[in-house]
Nanobody, 128 residues
Framework: VQLQASGGGLVQAGGSLRLSCAAS????????MGWFRQAPGKEREFVAV????????YYADFVDGRFTVSRDNARNTVYLQMNSLKPEDAAVYLCAARWRASASGLEYFVQLREYDYWGQGTLVTVSS
């Protein structure tokens, strides 16, 4: 499956952005989808994950209710709505897909190695 993230840009602190990740080449509803981010000089870190149906989600602690992950399986797209953005949220945001079956809960899918496919990422810049 190929993944293409979009929707990044420059926003003032306190503002909002909605990121999208469009998938192609696979059966989208069979993938658990995750969002990660990577700031300059830092390791890639987990942001959010959503189940295949969209009925379950899990977030990193730093999200603290500011972000919402959702998906539209009919449109083969996963979204990340980001509100109350802070300068420390600035990073390249990447989406990832996992197809391996697992009985584990979403909280186990926070490591990079849990995902099979990665998109290119979209840059989010937050000015203070």
């Amino acid at each position: 499956v190929q993944l293409q993230a979009s929707g990044g840009g420059l926003v003032q602190a306190g503002g909002s952005l909605r990121l999208s990740c469009a998938a192609s080449g696979g059966t989208f509803s069979r993938y658990v989808m995750g969002w990660f981010r990577q700031a300059p000089g830092k390791e890639r870190e987990f942001v959010a994950v959503i189940s295949k149906s969209g009925g379950s989600t899990y977030y990193a602690d730093f999200v603290d209710g500011r972000f919402t992950v959702s998906r539209d399986n009919a449109r083969n797209t996963v979204y990340l709505q980001m509100n109350s953005l802070k300068p420390e949220d600035a990073a390249v945001y990447l989406c990832a897909a996992r197809w391996r079956a697992s009985a584990s809960g979403l909280e186990y899918f926070v490591q990079l190695r849990e995902y099979d496919y990665w998109g290119q990422g979209t840059l989010v810049t937050v000015s203070s």
